[in-house]
């Protein structure tokens, strides 16, 4: 009973704060005006750009739903290209040492000591080579991870509140409690955690090429299969608490919107089933409302991602080919070193795909939730 209560208080106080009460097309422009300013704010001009251009608006549901897949398609290839320049100069010339390399290795095969010191050489040329690609990858990394912690910040807020003013304020404290705790561990990863902790990897890697007595060579593909089930596992329970409280918090606000129009029907003279309707009329209203601001957050969060995801994917993609290049070449150290670099940028790719997974499924669920249950 004290449960009921309380949510009918809620209820009531949705009633009286939220503009959208009395259904009016003045008090919805108004409300969307202001939800387009405060996400809008949140974002940064090229992200921001990259929406507009396509139309798209925190709280129009039309431009989200018309948006063309082959140009959507295009546009990814074309920021792939893009992208895809510098590693491709690395690349180049990381295959000029290995020819040198392979060269040398042939012109000295009875002095091995010569060729030894060549080889550290060589694998030490390799490194300059990487570090201001490496480095430009790591920061685009720890910057999109900020920059999508950022805009979730501003945006946690107003799609649980939109949600709560739809009629499931049960559903979105859980999405709110859920995806705030997730802001919290992402801007610690990408201040306090992640370059120091790619750097470490990397360091391993160089001096295990280096000086291949060290033996060090697979603790960065150990430290990524380590890195990757244990992102599984978190992704695994959070996914599977966030359904089941969803579901849950759903049912429960059902319920609530049943008995209050039940109540307003019954008990209300004259006017009760027209109070009813127009709650009813409020909330499928604030459902449009809730279903494109979740499909743009969606949509801000993986054009967020999707550039530092590609810059590494052509980064990881020419190291493979140069790891090719130089075991066909039979230059071992080199190849060793390359792929333990593949290993560092696939715990990086790990940890953005994991954050960005985390919110996109987060919203998904809770719009898929909210929706099944009207």
Not at 141 to 157: E, G, K, R
Not at 180 to 191: A, D, K, Q, R, Y
Not at 351 to 362: M, V
Request: charged share 15%; with cysteine.
């Amino acid at each position: 009973m004290k449960k009921l209560s309380a949510l009918i208080l809620a209820f009531l106080l949705v009633v009286i704060f939220c503009p959208v009460t009395y259904a009016e097309s003045e008090d919805l422009d108004s409300l969307k005006q202001q939800i387009d300013q405060r996400l809008e704010n949140s974002l940064d001009e090229d992200i921001l750009g990259e929406l507009s251009e396509k139309g798209v608006t925190p709280t129009d549901s039309e431009a989200i739903t018309q948006m063309d897949q082959r140009s959507f398609f295009e546009d990814l290839l074309d920021k792939l290209k893009q992208t895809a320049a510098e590693p491709v100069r690395m690349f180049g010339k990381i295959l000029a040492v290995s020819l040198i390399y392979s060269a040398f290795e042939l012109l000295s095969t009875e002095n091995g000591e010569l060729k030894d010191a060549f080889g550290t050489v060589c694998v030490t040329g390799t490194v300059s080579l990487m570090s201001d690609a490496l480095s430009s990858s790591f920061e685009a990394l720890q910057d999109s991870i900020s920059a999508i912690n950022t805009f979730m910040v501003s945006y946690i807020p107003v799609f649980a509140a939109v949600t709560t003013a739809g009629g499931h304020p049960a559903a979105a404290g859980v999405y709110s409690s859920s995806t705030i705790l997730v802001c919290e561990v992402t801007e610690l990863v990408s201040s306090k955690l992640l370059i120091p902790f790619l750097s470490a990897v990397t360091a391993i890697s160089i001096v295990s090429s280096i000086d291949p007595k060290l033996k060090i060579s697979g603790v960065a593909d150990s430290i990524r299969k380590l890195t990757t089930w244990l992102l599984a596992t978190v992704m695994l329970i959070f996914v599977g608490l966030m359904t089941v409280q969803g579901v849950t918090g759903s049912a429960a606000d059902n319920l609530l919107s049943r008995t209050l129009r039940f109540a307003a029907s019954s008990f209300i003279p004259v006017i009760g089933s027209s109070v009813s309707d127009a709650f009813l009329a409020v909330k499928s209203g604030m459902g449009v409302i809730r279903t494109a601001v979740g499909g743009f957050g969606m949509l801000a969060v993986f054009a967020i991602a999707v550039r530092p995801f590609l810059l590494i994917f052509s980064m990881k993609l020419t190291i493979w080919a140069g790891r090719v290049a130089n075991e066909l070449l039979g230059l071992h150290r080199t190849a060793d070193f390359l792929k333990s670099i593949n290993s560092v940028l696939s715990v990086g790719i790990s940890i953005l795909i994991t954050i960005t997974a985390a919110f996109l499924i987060a919203t998904a669920a809770l719009m898929a939730v909210v929706t099944q249950g009207g």
